[in-house]
């Protein structure tokens, strides 16, 4: 816990500064969360600020302190999914699928043939955004917060309400997915590269 | 078939790397100067969009509560006056009115035919 419970229980009562705190406490944690979840980093503050907004209105409904980071992570992973689930139906339109140089580039990177510099790294974030937009959010969320964030399937389970055993199928399931995802844009690069 | 689980599990190996590449390419977000005033503007717009909802809730209340204190109103007055209008029903009325009347029906008959010539 990066704050303690008495922190937590004023700014559940309506103290201002005590949420002031609470938010200078938590918000470089949940804006890089939500960096990596939704992998857009020109809209990670907005997101955020949609996190704490809701933090704000719902923590009287906290049933105690202990739980308040599960409880602030449930609410990060809701607002990326929310922000993800609008921003497809507003890419649906457009071209989702991966261009040729995100697929070598990816390929490059999971063979670890480059160096990465900053524009590299931008290319990565573009090119796992652009392979993880082929899954749904639900297991874009998931996935990312267990493999990129690395949260254990104890904690998984207070963020999600779920079993371990339930969480494990729903993992593994989504990997495969993103896994058959990656397999399909590697082969679609390869054929349209033999082409030429 | 072990040629397939090789392949399977170095597709796993690279997914792993990829994701381990994803997460170094994250840059770590500094919070903007504008990030909490902002937040504050929204937590306060959203204060003041449930404020106007409250109102109106406890506007529209009102209305309804006065509404039905003049319904009320008005239905006790009608039953103030209720000596003066017919406290029966419409059938009620009909079947009085009838009731004298000869339950002794003309049996329809064919209007008689012409003489025949």
């Given at each position: 816990?990066?704050?303690?419970?008495e922190l937590i229980r004023r700014a559940?009562?309506?103290?201002?500064?005590?949420?002031?705190?609470?938010?200078?406490?938590?918000?470089?944690?949940?804006?890089?969360?939500?960096?990596?979840?939704?992998?857009?980093?020109?809209?990670?503050?907005?997101?955020?600020?949609?996190?704490?907004?809701?933090?704000?209105?719902?923590?009287?409904?906290?049933?105690?302190?202990?739980?308040?980071?599960?409880?602030?992570?449930?609410?990060?992973?809701?607002?990326?999914?929310?922000?993800?689930?609008?921003?497809?139906?507003?890419?649906?339109?457009?071209?989702?699928?991966?261009?040729?140089?995100?697929?070598?580039?990816?390929?490059?990177?999971?063979?670890?043939?480059?160096?990465?510099?900053?524009?590299?790294?931008?290319?990565?974030?573009?090119?796992?955004?652009?392979?993880?937009?082929?899954?749904?959010?639900?297991?874009?969320?998931?996935?990312?917060?267990?493999?990129?964030?690395?949260?254990?399937?104890?904690?998984?389970?207070?963020?999600?309400?779920?079993?371990?055993?339930?969480?494990?199928?729903?993992?593994?399931?989504?990997?495969?997915?993103?896994?058959?995802?990656?397999?399909?844009?590697?082969?679609?690069?390869?054929?349209?590269?033999?082409?030429? | 078939?072990?040629?397939?689980?090789?392949?399977?599990?170095?597709?796993?190996?690279?997914?792993?790397?990829?994701?381990?590449?994803?997460?170094?390419?994250?840059?770590?977000?500094?919070?903007?100067?504008?990030?909490?005033?902002?937040?504050?503007?929204?937590?306060?717009?959203?204060?003041?969009?449930?404020l106007v909802f409250g109102r109106l809730?406890?506007?529209?209340?009102?209305?309804?509560?006065?509404?039905?204190?003049?319904?009320?109103?008005?239905?006790?007055?009608?039953?103030?006056?209720?000596?003066?209008?017919?406290?029966?029903?419409?059938?009620?009325?009909?079947?009085?009115?009838?009731?004298?009347?000869?339950?002794d029906f003309e049996p329809l008959r064919?209007?008689?035919?012409?003489?025949?010539?």
């Amino acid at each position: 816990m990066l704050v303690d419970y008495e922190l937590i229980r004023r700014a559940r009562e309506g103290d201002g500064p005590a949420f002031n705190q609470l938010v200078a406490a938590y918000r470089k944690r949940i804006l890089g969360t939500i960096a990596r979840l939704i992998g857009r980093p020109e809209d990670v503050e907005d997101v955020g600020q949609e996190v704490f907004l809701r933090l704000y209105y719902s923590l009287d409904q906290l049933r105690s302190a202990e739980v308040f980071e599960p409880w602030l992570y449930r609410l990060t992973a809701n607002a990326a999914y929310d922000y993800l689930r609008k921003r497809r139906r507003r890419m649906e339109s457009r071209m989702a699928d991966l261009s040729e140089q995100q697929v070598l580039l990816a390929d490059a990177v999971a063979g670890e043939k480059i160096d990465r510099d900053e524009s590299q790294k931008k290319r990565i974030r573009e090119a796992v955004d652009a392979l993880l937009d082929r899954v749904s959010e639900e297991d874009r969320v998931l996935l990312t917060l267990k493999e990129v964030e690395g949260l254990s399937l104890k904690e998984l389970g207070e963020i999600y309400h779920v079993k371990e055993n339930a969480l494990k199928v729903r993992l593994f399931r989504a990997r495969q997915r993103v896994l058959k995802a990656f397999t399909a844009a590697h082969k679609q690069a390869a054929g349209v590269s033999s082409l030429r | 078939m072990d040629h397939r689980n090789e392949i399977a599990g170095s597709d796993e190996a690279r997914l792993d790397r990829l994701f381990e590449a994803y997460r170094a390419a994250c840059p770590d977000i500094e919070p903007s100067a504008a990030f909490m005033p902002q937040l504050w503007q929204k937590i306060e717009a959203r204060q003041g969009m449930s404020l106007v909802f409250g109102r109106l809730a406890r506007n529209l209340a009102t209305a309804a509560l006065a509404l039905s204190l003049l319904l009320g109103l008005a239905v006790s007055i009608s039953g103030s006056r209720g000596s003066q209008l017919p406290s029966e029903s419409y059938a009620e009325i009909l079947a009085d009115e009838h009731y004298n009347a000869s339950l002794d029906f003309e049996p329809l008959r064919p209007a008689p035919l012409a003489e025949p010539r």
